[in-house]
């Protein structure tokens, strides 16, 4: 499995980004993943925190609170890639932003505990300028 995240930048405050993450080696399906999907972000001199989850079914998205009502994670089946929409960017959003993949046997639970998630992408850095 290969992860390949992408779309970070420097924006605005109250700007948007959407991140991408194209996954290789595993299953989007009409129905159910293979994997459990997640974004990450770790900020300068903090700890990887998690920001959202989708199950594999695709029909179960958690968020962390911090984030809750401006983020948005989405998946395409057809493109086998999963996107992170993110609205009203603020200066404590800026990060480096990882996807990641977990094989779960749940195809409705979200996990937002990092060591759950078995695969991960590079990093795209996302900038928010006051």
């Known amino acids: 499995v290969q992860l390949q995240a992408s779309g970070g930048g420097l924006v605005q405050a109250g700007g948007s980004l959407r991140l991408s993450c194209a996954a290789s080696?595993?299953?989007?399906?009409?129905?159910?993943?293979?994997?459990?999907m997640g974004w990450f972000r770790q900020a300068p001199g903090k700890e990887r925190e998690f920001v959202a989850g989708?199950?594999?079914?695709?029909?179960?998205?958690s968020y962390a609170d911090s984030v809750k009502g401006r983020f948005t994670i989405s998946r395409d089946n057809a493109k086998n890639t999963v996107y992170l929409q993110l609205n009203s960017l603020k200066p404590e959003d800026t990060a480096v932003y990882y996807c990641?993949?977990?094989?779960?046997?749940?195809?409705?639970?979200?996990?937002?505990?990092?060591?759950?998630?078995?695969?991960w992408g590079q990093g795209t850095q996302v900038t928010v300028s006051s």
């Open positions: 080696g595993l299953i989007f399906s009409s129905y159910v993943s293979s994997y459990a």
């Open positions: 990641a993949a977990a094989t779960t046997a749940s195809t409705i639970r979200v996990y937002t505990l990092s060591k759950v998630y078995n695969y």
């Open positions: 989708l199950s594999r079914s695709g029909g179960s998205t």
